[in-house]
């Protein structure tokens, strides 16, 4: 049974460092973008990435790094001039390579997109398609950075709500201390911290 108690504790905060980071941090970033116009400069697929797939321990996959070159340009900054190859006139902006959402925010390598199913190849067709979508250069489209760090910008944002992340805390925060409140309860009623308590 003690073992009971340290196991629903252990649950909680293992659920707010995964809540933490998959929701909180994105959100949290999300409250900070800005929308931008980005228009595509260079579109490259460079060498495979491997990765943790999330279909076992000890599932390992492949991707190609998509890098996606663009100028986002925002009226509330200053902006330089380029010349964009291809484009046939000057564009104005700023550098950055785009990736699909915030989260993706500071990768190693910074790649737009990471698939990581369990086949290498179905990964693949997954980066192409990104790429055919999104990578075409002089495309233009609606983007969001962060006025912090120009490096990344998101093409889309998710758990833009800041109630996302109050979720993501609170919910594991509380079930942590309902468990050991719960824990001390049944331990000062049946002493189980006695060597002659009920418990073993």
Not at 20 to 38: H, M, N, Q, Y
Not at 123 to 150: H, I, L, M, R
Not at 161 to 188: D, E, G, Q, R, T
Request: proline share 5%; charged share 15%.
């Amino acid at each position: 049974m003690r073992w009971l108690l340290a196991f629903v504790p252990i649950v909680g905060a293992i659920a707010l460092v995964v809540a933490g980071i998959v929701v909180a941090r994105p959100a949290l970033t999300a409250l900070r973008l800005r929308e931008a116009e980005c228009t595509v400069t260079s579109s490259s697929i460079s060498a495979d990435v491997t990765c943790k797939c999330p279909l076992g321990r000890n599932c390992r996959s492949t991707f190609p790094c998509l890098e996606i070159a663009v100028l986002y340009s925002d009226k509330g900054r200053n902006s330089a001039t380029y010349n964009v190859s291809g484009m046939g006139h000057n564009t104005t902006g700023h550098r950055s390579l785009l990736v699909d959402t915030q989260g993706l925010f500071g990768r190693t390598p910074q790649c737009a997109v990471r698939p990581c199913g369990k086949s290498a190849d179905d990964n693949s067709k997954e980066v192409t398609g990104y790429q055919e979508s999104w990578g075409t250069v002089g495309q233009q489209f609606p983007c969001f950075y962060d006025p912090d760090n120009d490096a990344e910008v998101s093409r889309t944002v998710i758990f833009s709500s800041k109630w996302a992340a109050f979720h993501a805390l609170f919910w594991p925060v509380l079930l942590i201390f309902l468990s050991l409140a719960a824990a001390y309860f049944i331990c000062y009623r049946f002493h189980c911290w006695c060597d002659d308590g009920i418990w073993p």
